[in-house]
């Protein structure tokens, strides 16, 4: 079955200090993966995708996402924390099966403290 | 702004009340989505719409009814709900659903927050 997995409900991390939000994934063929991230009564906005290429994708607002086949992973980084990252974030698989629509995680609560 | 306008923000309505929510997008796309959010949950998606027809059903109940008069409006018309219906309502758009148009990225509106009592 097709899936993502964020194993962390929340993430919590000091202003400046870098951050990984966790992404796995379960798919068959080669995986399409996307970040979104959806701020406080907002609706989600598109942070990055892998298609294919280098393992390393550049996003919006500084964030990037390493690619790792081998253990099926897409985790989110960002190098240096800013409380202004606070915000909910939602990895995404596209679904060959189903007219390539979108299987999500569950979300991750990022939170960045002053 | 996304480009992607849902109307209302806010709705709270009864069991037996009759409802629509309203998706408007300003992007030029042909495919709209509706999705379903509930806390801690992945986004559901309802139903997709491709040049107007409607592609995809996901075993969504009758009380929920969309429509899709053109590429640009989407609506879902809502009635007899019950409270686990209650939910943030997403609309989304992109440029297609098949083959070169569906890059997978996704234009979101902002959600109209549903209360049912």
């Known amino acids: 079955a097709q899936s993502v997995a964020q194993p962390e409900d929340q993430v919590n991390v000091a202003e400046g200090n870098p951050l990984t939000v966790k992404c796995t994934y379960s798919v068959s063929g080669n995986p399409y993966l996307f970040w979104y991230v959806q701020y406080p009564n907002r609706g989600l906005q598109f942070l990055l995708k892998?298609?294919?290429?280098d393992n390393l994708v550049k996003g919006s607002y500084g964030f990037e996402a390493e690619f790792n086949k081998s253990q099926t992973s897409f985790h989110l980084k960002k190098p240096s924390a800013l409380v202004s990252d606070s915000a909910l974030y939602f990895c995404a698989v596209r679904d060959m099966r189903s007219n390539y629509q979108l299987i999500w995680g569950a979300g991750t609560k990022l939170i960045i403290k002053p | 702004e996304t480009g992607v306008t849902q109307t209302p923000r806010h709705l709270v309505m009864g069991m037996t009340n009759k409802k629509s929510l309203k998706c408007e997008q300003h992007l030029g796309h042909n495919a709209m989505y509706w999705y379903k959010q509930s806390a801690k949950k992945p986004l559901e998606l309802m139903f997709v719409?491709?040049?107007?027809?409607?592609?995809e059903n996901n075993s969504v109940p009758s009380r929920f009814s969309p429509e899709c008069p053109n590429s640009s409006h989407l609506f879902l018309h809502l009635h007899t709900l019950q409270p686990e219906d209650s939910a943030l309502y997403l609309c989304?758009?992109?440029?297609?659903?098949?083959?070169?148009?569906?890059?997978?990225?996704?234009?979101f509106g902002e959600g109209s927050r549903l209360t049912v009592l």
């Open positions: 989304a758009s992109s440029p297609g659903t098949s083959g070169g148009t569906n890059t997978g990225e996704l234009f």
């Open positions: 892998y298609i294919t290429g």
């Open positions: 719409y491709n040049f107007k027809e409607q592609t």
